[in-house]
């Protein structure tokens, strides 16, 4: 007799070998989805995200002071002009405005009739008498036995026509263009094309570098609007960002130049003033000691002594704007 199998047991027994399964519609994910941010590995825990958010918050509020003093220059640069032009007082006001001299008569005692006329007459330009042939005759201007040669009739002819009326003021000539007008004219003008690779320096203080290179972006309100580069392993341009300063940098025309040419014949010597590259700038330091193919310099601000090599090193030249040309160094012979 054989045993009575349990029921589960026969149907699964009498099911087939192989279930066909149904295949799903594949369905896309969402773009923002986390699982999406993960897969690309772009997702951020909370205190990642939180700290991403304050970066940005920061940024955008350096970005805004840097709009705002970049707007209280232009509009100081403007009073300036205003007061040196005369349109407004060093206090703020206006200017008064200068009446113009009428013809009415200045207070004080009338004249008698025929003493005014007798006046007006001696003020009036004496005319020329005409002969009857229509010339003019020479003796006919002549004002007795004291009074001075005649005049031709070119000069007394220019002469009534610059005869002032009364009432009316003379014209003033125009001033000529102020110096400073002009060399604020020439500095406004760009010597540079967008797009062009330039060396700029921020002014930021000891933390930064004296020189960096960078793009330009546009020039606009007098002033240019630029990127930060970097060399990366490859010697390839991209971009750079230094801490706590915004993402385009501007800076006036005269903080900007271009990428000084290099010197092979330039070799620093011991308490010489040269530029040391380091962190994608170029910074001031001072020779101290000079050994076989190394140098050791000091950054003076930070006390910082740095020993590298003459690659990494050049010499301080002058950028002239006015002859487009940089101020050669002066190469010393080498110590024998």
Known sequence: RSPIAPPQLQRVATMPCEIPRVRLQHLPEVAGALRAQRRLGTSLCSRQRSEREEMERKNAVAEAAEEAIASAEDYVEEVKQQLAEGIIRPDGSLPEKRKRQSGARAPGPRKPAAE??????????????????????????????????????????????????????????????????????????????????????LQAGAAFANWY????????????????????????????????????????????????????????????????????????????????????VLYAPANAVHTVGLERLRPVVNWDAEASRFDKPVIKPARR
């Open 116 to 201: 005014k006329a007798a006046s007006e007459n001696a003020a009036a330009p004496k005319k020329p008498r005409l002969s009857e042939g229509g010339k003019e005759s020479g003796a006919a201007v002549t004002a007795g036995p004291t009074s001075k040669k005649a005049k031709s009739p070119a000069s007394s002819a220019v002469g009534a026509s610059t005869i002032e009326k009364p009432g009316k003021k003379a014209a003033e000539p125009k001033k000529a263009a102020e110096p400073k007008k002009a060399a604020k004219k020439a500095t406004a003008t760009p010597l540079f094309e967008v797009g062009a690779m330039v060396e700029v320096g």
């Open 213 to 296: 290179e960078a793009q330009l972006i546009e020039f606009a309100k007098g002033k240019w609007k630029m990127t930060l580069q970097r060399r990366d392993e490859a010697g390839e341009m991209e971009p750079l960002r230094l801490q706590g300063r915004p993402v385009t940098e501007t800076a006036k025309p005269e903080m900007v130049r271009p990428v000084p040419p290099p010197e092979p014949e330039w070799t620093p010597s011991v308490d010489e003033t040269c530029e040391l590259l380091f962190s994608d700038g170029w910074w001031k330091v001072k020779v101290q000691e000079v050994s076989t193919g190394a140098f050791t």
